[in-house]
């Protein structure tokens, strides 16, 4: 034991044992309790943070895909409103179109009609011209060769018949 007297670990052992005493005795164990309590209650308090934020997270990537689909949804009902007032306007613009044409070969005939009409129109004239030019040639031919011509008294006998009549 003399040995153990003389040794400084011993010394330094018993002081350890004796602060120890001395602190607990102070009640120096239950602030450290307390204190890690403390730490513990702020420790759980950020985890029930950071679990109240993740299922925030959750709730609004849940919100976020259900507005991502709807917007799909609604894409397609838009593309397919659109397709079809695409196929209307194209049904659309084919009556139109078909109805031009027809109105514009109504036009056309029409005007085709009217240049029959007047083509014939000018060969008719030009064919009365044309009898009347020769009428006035075979006329002047027999009125040269003859004093009177029977034609002619006849047609005036007629003019002068008429013209009585008629008063």
Same mark, same amino acid.
């Given at each position: 034991?003399?040995?153990?007297?003389?040794?400084?670990?011993?010394?330094?052992?018993?002081?350890?044992?004796?602060?120890?005493?001395?602190?607990?005795?102070?009640?120096?164990?239950?602030?450290?309790?307390?204190?890690?309590?403390? =730490?513990? @209650?702020?420790?759980? &308090?950020?985890?029930?943070? *950071? !679990?109240?934020?993740?299922? $925030? +997270? #959750?709730?609004? /990537? %849940?919100?976020?895909?259900?507005?991502?689909?709807?917007?799909?949804?609604? =894409?397609? @009902?838009?593309?397919? &409103?659109?397709?079809?007032? *695409? !196929?209307?306007?194209?049904? $659309? +613009? #084919?009556?139109? /179109? %078909?109805?031009?044409?027809?109105?514009?070969?109504?036009?056309?005939?029409?005007?085709i009609a009217v240049a029959e009409a007047q083509a014939a129109a000018d060969v008719k004239a030009a064919a009365a011209d044309l009898a009347t030019q020769m009428a006035e040639q075979v006329l002047a031919g027999r009125l040269n060769g003859a004093k009177?011509?029977?034609?002619?008294?006849?047609?005036?006998?007629?003019?002068?018949?008429?013209?009585?009549?008629?008063?």
């Amino acid at each position: 034991m003399e040995h153990l007297l003389t040794d400084n670990h011993f010394y330094v052992g018993a002081a350890l044992v004796v602060l120890l005493a001395i602190l607990m005795a102070a009640g120096v164990h239950k602030l450290a309790w307390a204190y890690l309590g403390d =730490a513990g @209650a702020k420790v759980q &308090a950020q985890l029930d943070e *950071a !679990a109240s934020l993740r299922k $925030e +997270a #959750q709730d609004l /990537l %849940a919100q976020i895909k259900e507005q991502r689909a709807e917007a799909e949804r609604q =894409a397609v @009902a838009t593309m397919e &409103a659109a397709k079809a007032e *695409a !196929a209307r306007m194209q049904s $659309e +613009a #084919q009556a139109n /179109l %078909a109805e031009q044409i027809t109105r514009r070969g109504q036009l056309a005939e029409r005007r085709i009609a009217v240049a029959e009409a007047q083509a014939a129109a000018d060969v008719k004239a030009a064919a009365a011209d044309l009898a009347t030019q020769m009428a006035e040639q075979v006329l002047a031919g027999r009125l040269n060769g003859a004093k009177s011509d029977p034609l002619i008294d006849q047609a005036l006998e007629q003019l002068a018949g008429r013209a009585f009549a008629a008063r």
